[in-house]
T-cell receptor, first 116, second 115 residues
């Protein structure tokens, strides 16, 4: 089966500019996650969707980050304006089972953001 | 919320020797503990997981042990091979303040297998 698709793979912007990342999860996966992975650290959950509803966005910096999942399939993550500390790999993941059940997360290749 | 600590941050072992990576977690209600392997520039991939109702699970050269009382779990890789070189992340799934099950990752261990 096709994996989680993300684009772009790489993006370089200057601080205060904006950027958007796109994710297409595995077909049929109800739960979609955006993780931020700063170099040398583990992935940190930014936002979790169940179908097209937000389940957890407690660690999303809402003054500059936004995310949506239209029609419960694709998702976009936007950063505006970007700061130097936003330089990281943004990983999208999806899982088959509902949020209240355990299940394997399938990750995309990630979008590497460099803010200059 | 859940806090996961992982040690060591780097580990080098001779090819053929064993490697052990340890993690502790804080939320006693956490019930699912996966391990992910991330090769350089690649996506994290699940290699093994364990649920809180078992103490040990094996899959060929990889095993995971869980001690719920002490709230720690470990990854064991035996007969290491060069392709085992990667960053390994442990994770724990507990319940967030929003009531959803949330996966919290450790900081990762960079494992290098020396030929």
């Amino acid at each position: 089966e096709a994996g989680v698709a993300q684009s772009p793979r790489y993006k370089i912007i200057e601080k205060r500019q904006s950027v958007a990342f796109w994710c297409n999860p595995i077909s049929g996966h109800a739960t979609l996650y955006w993780y931020q992975q700063i170099l040398g650290q583990g992935p940190k959950l930014l936002i979790q969707f169940q179908n097209n509803g937000v389940v957890d966005d407690s660690q999303l910096p809402k003054d500059r980050f936004s995310a949506e999942r239209l029609k419960g399939v694709d998702s976009t993550l936007k950063i505006q304006p970007a700061k130097l500390e936003d330089s990281a790999v943004y990983l999208c993941a999806s899982s088959l089972v509902a949020a209240r059940m355990t299940g394997e997360l399938f990750f995309g290749e990630g979008s590497r953001l460099t803010v200059l | 919320g859940e806090n996961v600590e992982q040690h060591p941050s780097t580990l080098s072992v001779q090819e053929g020797d064993s490697a052990v990576i340890k993690c502790t977690y804080s939320d006693s209600a956490s019930n699912y503990f996966p391990w992910y392997k991330q090769e350089l520039g690649k996506r994290p991939q699940l290699i093994i997981d364990i649920r809180s109702n078992v103490g040990e699970k094996k899959d060929q050269r990889i095993a995971v042990t869980l001690n719920k009382t002490a709230k720690h779990f470990s990854l064991h890789i035996t007969e290491t091979q060069p392709e085992d070189s990667a960053v390994y992340f442990c994770a724990a799934k507990g319940t967030s303040n929003f009531g959803n099950e949330k996966l919290t990752f450790g900081t990762g261990t960079r494992l290098t297998i020396i030929p």
